[in-house]
Nanobody, 113 residues
């Protein structure tokens, strides 16, 4: 049973934008605050942005002012709008309920000229 499906990644030039989407099962979306995480090669997975069920948001310092997380409760979907992308944003991006330990396949974001 697939519970998290991330999409929207790709190759983009520095300064470009991408919008990631994550379709979650209702059993996750209704219960959990949702987060976008990323894992770069050789590094630990880190939380990039999170949104509560009520819509409050928090961001890692590296994402503030450039990334925007949002959720559509009718579609059980969470989004991550990423602007002004930098090479150091290159990573596999995952969404998940905050505190869950079972992950989806993620979506690759590569920022390169």
């Amino acid at each position: 049973q697939v519970q998290l499906v991330e999409s929207g990644g790709g190759l983009v030039q520095p300064g470009g934008s991408l919008r990631l989407s994550c379709a979650a099962s209702g059993s996750i979306f209704r219960v959990y605050d949702m987060g976008w995480y990323r894992q770069a090669p050789g590094k630990q997975r880190e939380l990039v942005a999170a949104i509560t069920k009520g819509g409050s948001t928090t961001y890692a310092d590296s994402a503030k002012g450039r990334f925007t997380i949002s959720r559509d409760n009718a579609k059980n979907t969470v989004y991550l709008q990423m602007n002004s992308l930098k090479p150091e944003d290159t990573a596999v991006y995952y969404c998940n309920g905050v505190g869950r330990v079972t992950w989806g396949q993620g979506t690759q974001v590569t920022v390169s000229s």
